[in-house]
T-cell receptor, first 114, second 114 residues
């Protein structure tokens, strides 16, 4: 069965520092992977998606993620974090033949220190 | 383009009352998902529809919960009778096609049952 693990429940970084949020998935075939961000009081917003091709994908707000099949990982990165990036981040894998059903990780809450 | 629209944004009611949450998906999207988010349990998929037909309702917690999608532009999630443990943020999301497309989320309904 498909599953997604986000090992870090909470991460704190300083503004301007680099960021990497980890995501590991379990899936038998080529996965379809997504990162979403949720700001307080709002719904989940799509940051980026990986379907196939180039394993480094660019998203909105300066984020990127790299798909590594050998490590079953899809880590999210940003070279320089802004205070407005403080939010909760969710990794998700698409269920094949599942009418776009997604399996979400538990989320990583990011705090940004000035 | 308008995103997924949910109403009401906030609902406070007493236990035992009927609660109806509403969702208008993005025009042209044919899959619709209802989620519940709490601190304790995170993001839970309750039910999803494709072409207005319920595909999987295994996430619906109990018979007090019901969902309908009478047409492509409207869905409801009803709780009757409501209980304090139903307090949560309920999200609706929609997507296009049947395979591996991202979901687009509404801003949610914050439900408080007193």
């Amino acid at each position: 069965a498909q599953s997604v693990t986000q090992p870090d429940i909470h991460i704190t970084v300083s503004e301007g520092a680099s960021l990497e949020l980890r995501c590991n998935y379990s899936y038998g075939a080529t996965p379809y992977l997504f990162w979403y961000v949720q700001s307080p009081g709002q719904g989940l917003q799509l940051l980026l998606k990986y379907f196939s091709g180039d394993t480094l994908v660019q998203g909105i707000k300066g984020f990127e993620a790299e798909f590594k099949r050998s490590q079953s990982s899809f880590n999210l990165r940003k070279p320089s974090v802004h205070w407005s990036d403080a939010a909760e981040y969710f990794c998700a894998v698409g269920v094949s033949g599942g009418y776009n059903k997604l399996i979400f990780g538990a989320g990583t809450r990011l705090a940004v220190h000035p | 383009d308008a995103g997924v629209i949910q109403s009401p944004r906030h609902e406070v009611t007493e236990m035992g009352q009927e609660v109806t949450l509403r969702c208008k998906p993005i025009s042209g999207h044919n899959s619709l998902f209802w989620y519940r988010q709490t601190m304790m349990r995170g993001l839970e998929l309750l039910i999803y529809f494709n072409n207005n037909v319920p595909i999987d309702d295994s996430g619906m917690p109990e018979d007090r919960f019901s969902a309908k999608m009478p047409n492509a532009s409207f869905s409801t999630l009803k709780i009757q009778p409501s209980e304090p443990r139903d307090s949560a943020v309920y999200f609706c999301a929609s997507s296009q096609g049947i395979s591996n497309q991202p979901q687009h989320f509404g801003d949610g309904t914050r439900l408080s049952i007193l």
